[in-house]
């Protein structure tokens, strides 16, 4: 398991040449957010497009992502879907998480994923000050809704 959090900035390694080709910068997930669907290896400027490589080029995680592929990235002007989620997208980190029965548990501090990039849960920090070890993980099948102001849960997570 995996967090996406942990994610950015490894180098990305290209597996035939083991040439570095950048860091991970951010991710693209879909929408609804059920898995990572690219890497964002460069945002772009004013002169230049956004820079992804999507999930299925990524081998392994480990201290580096390491990737397979010709070509090894693309830009978000070649690629419509990608353009089409980054416009959606918004922040998950910091969302607030509320049961059915309008209690409000805490916020998402972070995604857990699989090697796959299927998210697999939500990290709750419950406290201002909550720290690593007080995070419980809130499992996506206990997800009913997710919105852009909170994702709407079945039930607590047992911690």
Do not use: C
Not at 6 to 20: H, M, N
Not at 50 to 70: C, K, N, P
Not at 116 to 132: N, S, V
């Amino acid at each position: 398991m995996y967090t996406v959090n942990s994610l950015f900035g490894k180098p990305v390694i290209a597996q035939a040449t083991g040439e570095r080709i950048a860091s991970v910068q951010d991710v693209v997930l879909d929408q609804p957010p059920t898995r990572v669907v690219a890497l964002l290896i460069d945002i772009g400027g004013l002169l230049s497009s956004a820079r992804v490589i999507r999930w299925e080029q990524v081998i392994s995680l480990g201290d580096v992502v390491l990737v397979s592929g010709d070509p090894l990235y693309t830009t978000i002007k070649e690629d419509p879907e990608l353009a089409a989620l980054i416009k959606q997208a918004h922040q998950i980190t910091g969302t607030t998480i509320i049961t059915v029965d309008g209690t409000q548990i805490g916020t998402v501090a972070d995604l857990s994923i699989d090697e796959r990039g299927t998210i697999l849960g939500y990290q709750i920090k419950q406290g201002f000050f909550q720290d690593l070890r007080g995070r419980s993980l809130l499992p996506v099948e206990q997800v009913r809704s997710f919105g852009n102001d909170a994702i709407i849960v079945e039930q607590p997570p047992q911690a």
